[in-house]
């Protein structure tokens, strides 16, 4: 159970170091990223920084042993979920978006879903409940 809170702690700090790099280099054009991007949707990017902020306050709580890293991973999820949902009528309405936004979404919202799971998992494990 030790090696998987390592593995569940090094990713979400690696997808959240990441997330923040990223968006804050779209939001502020750092190193070119921006054009590289092409059409990105601006509230697609924020709720991906916040979400990176999570990932890293996730990351921490976990090598803490604090209890809300699974609520605050539920927060994450709740927050793509409706990000995607924002997503979708976007795309409906006309808006311009690049399929890989569609792409990355998916994986985000899903790897987020996931690592919430773990969060449960290694929430009751250490509760002592099974």
Not at 28 to 55: D, T
Not at 80 to 87: A, D, N, P, Q, R
């Amino acid at each position: 159970m030790k090696l998987l809170k390592i593995i569940h702690t090094f990713l979400l700090a690696c997808l959240g170091a990441v997330s923040v790099f990223m968006t804050l280099s779209v939001i502020f054009n750092l190193f070119g990223i921006r054009e590289i991007e092409g059409n990105y949707v601006l509230f697609v990017v924020y709720s991906n920084l916040v979400c990176g902020i999570i990932y890293l306050c996730a990351a921490i709580a976990n090598w803490k042993n604090l209890t809300f890293s699974f609520y605050i991973m539920v927060l994450a999820s709740l927050i793509l979920i409706v990000t995607f949902i924002f997503f979708g009528v976007y795309i409906t309405g006309g808006g311009i978006y690049e399929a890989k936004t569609v792409k990355a979404m998916t994986f985000r919202t899903i790897f987020t879903v996931v690592m919430a799971v773990v969060s449960f998992i290694l929430l009751r494990r250490a509760s002592g409940k099974k």
